[in-house]
């Protein structure tokens, strides 16, 4: 369930998403017809893989017993060229970036290159073009189809949306280095409302400097409407 409703928050934030991953349990499905979004999961058996677009994918939902792969297009050499996911041994398509949560972490562990702090819970600072979603930037990761998950999520999915289409732009390197949580030192209250009104200061900021750049996109040659892979796991 947890990835057909992050999935969904992707899709209303504006974001061209998919959902990549084994077949949905009949509720999660249930979920999607309700938003008209059915045709927006893809699974070993489709044969509608996506080029070009931002996939959500789910490494373990339904019967979980193909293995989600995802690598590097090209090898890496060139990170703009996005990501390739499989599903056992199955192409399921090019996508321009992934979205993952906690949960599905693992999925993505051989295009994250190494251990540090999510900015904000959500953007690694080396890792391009790779976001996770329901984690607070305390690092504490939300309660599995929880009231309070899925606040993050609307809420993250809505960041990543308007970065990607170049009206939010993260700060330097070093800063998202030093100061990865968003709320002030001394003021780091604990709960979803402290982060959430945190996160909406550093939009806030972000637009900001998104407007002083002139607002470019992230990624050179991307589309305003670049889609990303969410790969939530259970």
Same mark, same amino acid.
Do not use: H, K
């Given at each position: 369930m947890a990835g057909a409703a992050t999935l969904v928050a992707l899709l209303d934030a504006g974001l061209d998403a998919h959902g990549v991953g084994s077949p949905l349990t009949p509720a999660a499905a249930a979920l999607l017809m309700t938003h008209g979004r059915s045709g927006r999961w893809l699974t070993g058996t489709d044969t509608t893989? *996506? #080029?070009? &677009?931002?996939?959500? !994918?789910? %490494?373990?939902? =339904?019967? *979980? #017993?193909? &293995?989600?792969?995802? !690598?590097? %297009?090209?090898? =890496?050499?060139?990170?703009?060229?996005?990501?390739?996911?499989?599903?056992g041994g199955r192409r399921l398509g090019h996508w321009d970036a992934v979205v993952v949560t906690a949960r599905g972490l693992a999925a993505v562990a051989g295009v994250v290159p190494a251990a540090a702090p999510w900015y904000g819970g959500v953007f690694h600072p080396v890792a391009d073009r790779v976001y996770i979603l329901g984690v607070p930037d305390s690092g504490q990761v939300a309660p599995p189809d929880g009231e309070r998950e899925l606040a993050f999520v609307r809420a993250q999915a809505g960041w990543v949306a308007e970065y990607l289409r170049g009206r939010y732009r993260l700060p330097v390197y070093q800063i998202m280095i030093s100061q990865p949580d968003l709320r002030r030192l001394g003021l780091r209250r604990r709960g979803a409302g402290a982060y959430l009104r945190a996160l909406e200061r550093e939009l806030r900021a972000g637009r900001a400097r998104a407007a002083a750049a002139g607002y470019p996109l992230p990624v050179p040659g991307t589309s305003p409407g670049a889609q990303p892979a969410l790969l939530p796991g259970t």
């Open positions: 893989a *996506g #080029t070009d &677009t931002t996939a959500s !994918a789910d %490494a373990t939902a =339904g019967s *979980g #017993t193909a &293995t989600l792969t995802v !690598a590097r %297009a090209a090898g =890496g050499a060139q990170p703009e060229q996005g990501f390739e996911i499989s599903l």
